[in-house]
């Protein structure tokens, strides 16, 4: 099977997990996806119609391949892992955007891509308070909780058809 972008590739001999190279990307000015679930793979889409260069981390078989179909190099791995980022060039990368919803690992990964790039923008969704509380003291720029998205989203929707009331 065909891979594209960084992978994680076997040194020699049979397929071994143990045994293998994580080869980084080429990108820079490119946005980083970390996570191509159901609210990756929507950026991830739109940032692809736009031409944008994105590179996707993921773990998931389904997400690895919904990425690569839609146009982007993909890294298997956990975003947590110091290396994953390294060879995901966040040093050089102009937006991180931390789409998965575990936020130790969200946490670990804006952390690390904070050190690794003071310039960075970096988006990140949470689903609690203290997850946004977290993320933004480990240098997120933007912390979205879905929940008070959704409920201003609506309000503005009620307040536009009822004259502000």
Same mark, same amino acid.
């Given at each position: 099977?065909?891979?594209?972008?960084?992978?994680?590739?076997?040194?020699?001999?049979?397929?071994?997990?143990?045994?293998?190279? $994580?080869?980084?990307?080429s990108l820079s000015g %490119?946005?980083?996806?970390?996570?191509?679930?159901?609210?990756?793979? $929507?950026?991830?889409q739109a940032l692809a &119609?736009?031409?944008?260069?994105? $590179?996707?981390?993921?773990?998931?078989? =389904?997400?690895?391949?919904?990425a690569r179909q839609d146009?982007?190099?993909?890294?298997?791995?956990?975003?947590?892992?110091?290396?994953?980022?390294?060879?995901?060039?966040?040093?050089?990368?102009?937006?991180?955007?931390?789409?998965?919803?575990?936020?130790?690992?969200?946490?670990?990964?804006?952390?690390?891509?904070?050190?690794?790039?003071?310039?960075? =923008?970096? $988006?990140?969704?949470? %689903?609690?308070?203290?997850?946004?509380? %977290?993320?933004? &003291?480990?240098?997120?720029?933007?912390?979205?909780?879905?929940?008070?998205?959704?409920?201003?989203?609506?309000?503005?929707?009620?307040?536009? &058809?009822?004259?502000?009331?």
């Open positions: 099977r065909l891979r594209r972008g960084p992978v994680r590739q076997s040194d020699s001999g049979p397929p071994d997990d143990t045994a293998v190279t $994580l080869q980084p990307t %490119h946005d980083v996806l970390i996570g191509y679930g159901r609210v990756g793979s $929507l950026i991830g &119609k736009r031409g944008m260069k994105i $590179l996707v981390i993921e773990t998931s078989d =389904d997400g690895v391949e919904k146009g982007a190099e993909v890294i298997v791995g956990n975003a947590a892992d110091s290396e994953i980022l390294t060879a995901a060039n966040v040093a050089s990368a102009r937006r991180l955007f931390v789409t998965i919803p575990e936020p130790f690992e969200a946490g670990q990964a804006v952390q690390q891509a904070r050190s690794a790039n003071p310039k960075l =923008d970096i $988006l990140a969704r949470a %689903h609690s308070n203290a997850a946004v509380d %977290h993320l933004n &003291k480990l240098g997120a720029n933007l912390v979205v909780l879905g929940e008070s998205e959704i409920a201003d989203r609506m309000l503005e929707r009620a307040q536009g &058809k009822n004259g502000g009331s």
